[in-house]
């Protein structure tokens, strides 16, 4: 055999993966007593390249993408049914990050000027 028909053999012999397929060989290889050797070479992977997506499993990176990442939810304070008045006893803290500021109210917040100032920076 040639080198050039090697080198066009492993490129024809070469797969690409799923993530939901990664997850599946990885996950094997999670249950006790297997081996990773042998559950690599059962799929025709290397077993370094199971040992690798082990790690990327592990940080939840062999997930399928959700949506767009953050988003910011529209909200609206009103005074209407079911509006709770706590006393002013109760402390608390409204902690809020947007792209041009974080807000923190620390204590009894006035609703009319949080309104105020959310409307403003979210223009």
Avoid: C
Wanted: glycine share 8%; aromatic share 4%.
């Amino acid at each position: 055999m040639r080198v050039e028909d090697s080198v066009v053999e492993s490129a024809v012999r070469r797969q690409r993966r799923s993530l939901e397929e990664k997850r599946r060989i990885v996950e094997l290889t999670l249950q006790a007593g297997a081996s990773v050797a042998r559950i690599a070479r059962q799929h025709s992977v290397n077993a370094n390249q199971v040992f690798k997506w082990r790690g990327l499993y592990r940080r939840g990176l062999l997930s399928e993408p959700t949506g767009s990442g953050n988003q910011l939810l529209a909200v609206k304070v009103t005074d209407g049914p079911g509006h709770r008045v706590y006393p002013a006893s109760l402390p608390g803290t409204i902690h809020i990050e947007l792209p041009k500021a974080h807000i923190r109210i620390d204590g009894k917040g006035d609703t009319r000027v949080l309104g105020v100032v959310l409307e403003y920076l979210l223009r």
